[in-house]
């Protein structure tokens, strides 16, 4: 451990104190492993019903629980099947459209944040075409762009971006993991 100290988290000393605080966080386990199944089972409980937004593909929106993508959750978006002989460029292109209309829908008039590592052998590495963004109904003037040297970077950038109430969304690009 590097000392730091996560908030609403007690560093204990001692064997005695060391002992009650593993008997807690093993009740703490239990407590986050019913909850991540209740969600996964589509019921997260009674004392938090995520607000959703809708597809309005009803075809779609129908199986998603609450009837779309939860609001104040990170959802991941991958461009086709690793393994296909064929992934290319258009995958990538439309994986990121579909992300852009789901920040589109997502953000209303708040800014929003893109996180990117550069790359100089990519061609996308310039700003987002404000037309594009435009046409997905973003406004290009509430966009704040995140351009990183690392990976590791680009994924702190957004971990602190969905930490700000302030943004709409945050739409991070990441490698495939």
């Known amino acids: 451990m590097d000392g730091t100290r996560l908030p ?44 959703c937004q809708p597809l309005g593909l009803a075809d779609i929106d129908r199986h998603l629980p609450g009837g779309g993508l939860a609001r104040g959750a990170v959802h991941e978006i991958l461009a086709g099947d690793e393994g296909a002989p064929n992934r290319g460029a258009q995958d990538n292109g439309a994986a990121l459209g579909f992300a852009l209309w789901l920040v ?27 037309p594009a963004l435009a046409d997905f109904g973003l406004k290009p003037r509430r966009l704040l762009l995140a351009r990183t040297a690392f990976e590791r970077e680009t994924l702190w950038a957004a971990e602190e971006g969905l930490a700000t109430p302030a943004l709409g969304a945050v739409l991070a690009e990441a490698a495939s993991v």
């Open 8 to 51: 609403g988290t007690v560093m204990a000393q001692g064997s005695i104190q060391g002992a009650t605080q593993g008997a807690t966080t093993e009740k703490r386990l239990a407590a986050l492993r019913a909850r991540i199944h209740r969600i996964e089972a589509g019921s997260p409980g009674e004392d938090t019903v995520p607000e």
């Open 104 to 130: 589109a829908g997502m953000t209303g008039a708040r800014p929003w944040l893109w996180c990117a590592q550069n790359n100089t052998a990519k061609a996308g590495d310039a700003a987002p075409y404000a």
